[in-house]
Structure formats: structure tokens, C-alpha cells
């Protein structure tokens, strides 16, 4: 099932706290997915320093993760959430490099994202767990977009949680709520492309697929009307890059989602009720259409 | 026998559903004329399973199914409907003043669902009986598989209006972003008309200057494996 939500405000300057927003929401749709809960979360990063997420599935192991870490660059903030590490480092290498030199650490440790501007946190069960960890209502940015995932095909751990993103590449946080039916033969052209995939979760073919179209010439929203006639099977997704927040449906309408925009905020959610009680306004609110792709800029 | 309250008014927030479902059924059973939802916050399955009659006015925004399983009861709800407004709906009715969400009225049985802004996706899906009707627009797969009764959409439509429809019919205002598969576009009778426009009229509803009827073009209702390619086009 998956709830998918959160919060897009338009300026700097906003009335509530963004993780507050998020927080709320992503209580809301609790109940839609149980598994595990992630938000993008969208910094202004004015000293140029990469955001890096890190899935660390055997206890113990995060203190060698960002001792490694320091190692390849140096090391600005860091947070071993206890099976998830969130760090931002100062790196002027190859993301390639940094990305292969953390996973090959050791069994069950991956980059699940980096981004300069997109960061990305996640942990298993509700989103009580990312407040626990990672002080998830502390974020006063500008944006913040969840998933709690209600997990049907991959394993229920760090790495197959969501946001996803195509490895080693920058600010792509993707955040599905379905099932892509045609996962296996699209991974199969995209790895003959040299496309390299680090979970076995079905929603990884969007953001590689994303990133293979705009690698082609695409824009953003060019992207996601291409992936709507290239997926098969159900999806409601948002997708959240260094500039903009985009939000698509598949052709069936078959996967809920609301949007509520103000001259503020634009906020998303699974079903309205979340959204009200996260952006504590009565906001009306409109659902996407089957097709439809909606994005909006930072 | 103690007088009956004319209105009984409950307000929603901090109550469980059960309990607020179960305050409307009783005072169905008491004879209460009216109950009045406060604050309903758009919260799921409200108003589901009241078999008794009796007018429920909801002042506010309701989530999913709400009105669902219900029989002989007349609904407001002053604000927008989530996922299945009116669901299995057997006599009555539902006014939704503002939009509602994906299948309003699905598999209703009779009685009759108004919406009056937007409808999304699969409105009136598998309608058994009965009228939805729709003040604005329709998403996509409009009327899909209905079996019987009305749906009366005053605004435009999405793609696959009517999609595999069996009987019933459906009647647009607006524009057909395109026909689903066995349908097609007919000329209303006169006396069709004349009860769509006295329906609006009655839910305050304005009528656009012309409709078209779909109804289904029978070209599903029997396998033929002569005409493979149609079936094909159709699964």
C-alpha cells in the first residue's frame, strides 16, 4: 500500500516548522505502510558539502562507516541512526569512487543516496523512529517529502527503504507508492546500458529510468511523462531534486494522492485527512488525475 | 413516549468512528429526524452502515467510504469526499457540496449521489441502480463497467468514459476526452432531457446547454474468437 506525503514551502520564511509538517503527515498515513519511514529533505547547503545517506544493516557498523568516511573526505556533521548514517561530509573526489569505496566496507553497507542539496534520512517502522534518530521536526527547510512503506516484494530493511535513488547520482530522491510489473525486463535494458543497481526494490528502475532520460536531453517534466507510458503496473510517486519537487500518477489513477497549495506551501499526501491535520489548515485540496504530472520549482 | 429530539448534534474530534457510527444508528432507531457531524476532519467511514432513516448533515470535509453501506438515509456533507463516497448506496441520498475523490457512488444500488464540484477517476464505477450526479468534471473511467441506472456528468470527461459498460446510460455536458471500449455516442430522448434538467434543477445544479448520451454498443456483451483483435484491444 504505501502513504506518501509532506511539504513544499515556496520561501524561506514560513509560519510552521517543515519537520513538524512532515511529521504529522507522515503519522497520518502511518497505517499505509508500517515498515519503514523516509523523508527527502531539501538544504541550502551555502558550504558546498555532499549530504551522504548510508544503509548499515549489521549493527555496530556505523562508527567504521563514518571513520571511512573522514577517511575519503572530512567529515562536517554525522549521525549513526542505528542501521542508517546520515552525514555531510566536504568531498571533492568522484561520486563514483566515494560511493564504491563505502560499499565495498563490508556486507550489507550501501549508499543509499547523496545529494548537495537533497538529503535523505530513513529507519524502519513509523516516523517516531526518524524523530528518535534524527530530529526529524528540527528541519526548518523548505522542503520535506516522505514515504512509509508498506513493503510487498523487497526485503523490509535500510537498504530497500524508501526514498531511493539511482547510484551515485546527485539530488534524485524518489519515493513510490505500487508496483512496476515490468521491473525485471526494464532492469535487464538498463543494466545492459550500464545502469548499476544497488537494491532489489522495484521502485529503483524509476529514478535510474529518470536519470537515463534526462542523461538524454530531458527535462524534469519530460522525464515523468516518459515514465508514465514506460512503467507498467500501478504508481504514484514523487520525486524531489536540487530544484525541484515533482509528483505523477500512473494512466489507471490506481494509487491515492492529494495536493493542497497556498500562496505557502504546497503540501502532498495520501489521503486528505493527513494532510489537514499536518498543515493544521483547513486547505483545500484536489486529487491527480490518472496521467498527470504536477512539479514545482524551488 | 418522550418527546423525540428534532437534532442531535455530535462532534467527531476525539471520538472514536465506532462510537460516532453508532451514535447516528441509535438515534436512527429513536426516530431522530436529523443528526449534525461537527468536525468531521476528513476522517474515513463515516456515516457507513446506517440502515434506518434518517438526514445526516456532516459540516465539513469527510475521507474514505464515507455514506457507505447505507439504506434509506439522506446525507450532506459540506466540505469534499474522499475515496468511495456513497459506496453500495441502496435508497437515498448523498449531496456532496464540494469534490469527491476517486469512485464516488461505486456499485450503488439506487438512490442518488450528487457531487457538486469534480469527480475523479472511475465515478460510478459497476453502478448497479440509481443516479450520479456530477456539477463539474469526471476523471478517467468514468461509468467503467456500470451495470444499470444514470450517471449525469454536467462537465467535461477523461480518457475511457464508459469503459465497458453493460447497460445503464451516461450523459455529458461537456467534452469526451475519448470513448472507452464498447460504447457509443447516441442522441438522448426528449423525456431523458426533461428529468435531467428538473434533477439539476432540484439540486441547484446549472445545466449545460447540451448532452450526449453514452450507452454501451453491445460489442462486448458476446465473446466472438472471430473478432480476436477487438478482445485484444479491449484486455
Known sequence: MCGLGGVFYKTTEHEQKTGEIAYRILEGIYRRGPDSTG??????????????????????????????????????????GNGFVRAAIAYDGADEELVDAIDALGPGITVGHIGGHVEVIKHMGGVANLEANFHLKDYDGQVAMGLTRFATESSIDFTHAQPLSARANRDLA?????????????????????????????????PVMLLDEMNKGASLEEALKISVDKLDGCFTYIVVTADKVGVVKDRYASKPMVVGETDAFVALASDSQSLREGVLTDVEVWELGAEEVATWQL | MAAVKKTLSIDCVGKPTREINAFIRQAADDGVPVVELLNPQARHNLGVCVLKPIHIVIRGHVGYYAAGLSDHI???????????????????????????????????????????????????ISLKSGLLVVGGNSGYMTGFMMQKGRIVVCGNTA??????????????????????????????????????????????????????????????WNFNKHDFAAWKDVL
Open chain 1, 174 to 206: 524518489l519515493m513510490h507508492n505500487g508496483h512496476i510489473t515490468n521491473y525485471h525486463w526494464l532492469r535487464y535494458v538498463y543494466e545492459q546500458m550500464g545502469y548499476r543497481f544497488a537494491t532489489r526494490n522495484d521502485s529503483e528502475i524509476i
Open chain 1, 39 to 80: 523523508v527527502a529533505l531539501w538544504q541550502p547547503n551555502e558550504n558546498g558539502l555532499l549530504y551522504v545517506g548510508i544503509n548499515c544493516e549489521v549493527p555496530g557498523t556505523g562508527a567504521a562507516v563514518i571513520e571511512r568516511l573522514d577517511e575519503l573526505g572530512t567529515v562536517k556533521e554525522a549521525c549513526d
Open chain 2, 159 to 220: 480518457k475511457a468514459l464508459g469503459d465497458s459498460m453493460y447497460q445503464g446510460s451516461i450523459f455529458i455536458g461537456g467534452s469526451i476526452e475519448e470513448l472507452g471500449s464498447g460504447c457509443e455516442i447516441v442522441v438522448p430522448e426528449a423525456d431523458e432531457l426533461d428529468d435531467i434538467l428538473k434533477t439539476l434543477d432540484h439540486y441547484q445544479i446549472k445545466a449545460p446547454k447540451a448532452f450526449r448520451k453514452i450507452r454501451s454498443d453491445k460489442s462486448l
Open chain 2, 74 to 124: 439522506t446525507v450532506e456533507i459540506h466540505g469534499s469526499a474522499g475515496w468511495g463516497v456513497g459506496d453500495n448506496l441502496m435508497h437515498g441520498e448523498v449531496v456532496v457540496h464540494g469534490n469527491a475523490a476517486t469512485s464516488a457512488a461505486p456499485s450503488i444500488r439506487g438512490g442518488t449521489v450528487v457531487v457538486k464540484g469534480d469527480a475523479g477517476p472511475r465515478s460510478g
